[in-house]
């Protein structure tokens, strides 16, 4: 079992090339496919004042959106022509919105590598938020932090488990990684006690599972933080783990994603790639 098709998208933030080298090294370990993503957009304008912008401008907006698109399609080549990847990728330049066109794209690949969002960058057109895509694209999410660089992914792995859905189907997606990691850490925060919690001893059922794919070590942490998301990325850095797998928690009330406590704080504050599924 092996990651085969990735898709990667590609933006104009600085932080695209060590997003595109993720999936690349990916891609070389796992003998896949690779196929960078660049959707062209416009600047975000009110209704009522787009249609008073003159045609002039429209002009002026679409050769930028397409100097910019070009420009990423150089940026996706040279790393590809640095991985040894030139026959084995993809480069697709598509008008549109990005949450829409990413998850429709997404659902034909085995992994969809994205980014974390930069705050403080400028936000004036359309931002690709992985907590909508991890919904609604059906396929697992590598979201890679905006700042950093990444030499390896999956070496050595935490999983952050609750014996929830969720987290079971992020476990399934992750077992490419997880199956080749030189270390896996099964990390339980606050565990649940109980037949259908974690039982007497967390973590122990999902680390004889994986057990099975690779060497795993499993713990559990009991701590009255605030916010339970620090112990985990104070783990991840203690453990020197390079990739987090986790359940993406929360549910959709019509267009508006409502997100778990734990996932909003990951997608805020990792620093590592973080693979999530739903």
């Known amino acids: 079992m092996a990651f085969k098709d990735l898709l990667v998208v590609v933006d104009d933030t600085p932080a695209a090339a060590a997003r595109i080298d993720v999936a690349a090294q990916l891609a070389v370990k796992h003998d896949a496919h690779v196929t960078g993503l660049y959707v062209i957009t416009g600047p975000l304008i ?15 907006q679409r050769d930028l959106a397409n100097e910019l698109a070009a420009k990423a399609g150089t940026l996706f080549d040279s790393r590809m022509r640095r991985f040894g990847l030139t026959d084995r990728s993809e480069w697709r330049a598509l008008r549109g919105l990005p949450g829409e066109l990413v998850a429709v794209h997404g ?3 085995d992994l969809v590598v994205v980014g974390q969002i930069d705050p403080k960058h400028d936000h004036d057109l359309p931002l690709l938020h992985p907590q909508d895509l991890v919904f609604d694209c059906g396929r697992p999410l590598l979201v890679v932090p905006y700042a950093g660089t990444f030499p390896t992914v999956g070496e050595r792995v935490l999983v952050g488990w609750n014996a929830s859905r969720e987290a079971a189907r992020a476990v399934g997606d992750a077992l490419p990684l997880i199956a080749t990691a030189q270390k896996v850490l099964v990390l339980a925060v606050n565990p649940k006690p109980g037949q259908l919690g974690l039982g007497d001893e967390p973590g122990a059922d999902i680390a004889r599972h994986l057990s099975r794919h690779g060497r795993v070590q499993a713990t559990h942490v009991t701590t009255d933080a605030v916010e339970p998301g620090d112990t985990m990325l104070n783990t991840v850095a203690d453990e020197s783990c390079d990739l987090v797998v986790m359940g993406a928690y929360g549910r959709s009330r019509l267009r508006e994603r409502v997100l778990g406590g734990m996932t909003r704080y990951m997608l805020e504050h990792m620093t590592v790639p973080v693979l999530m599924s739903h």
């Open 107 to 109: 659902r034909y690949a």
């Open 46 to 60: 009110p209704n009522f004042l787009d249609a008073q912008i003159p045609e002039a401008v429209r002009a002026a």
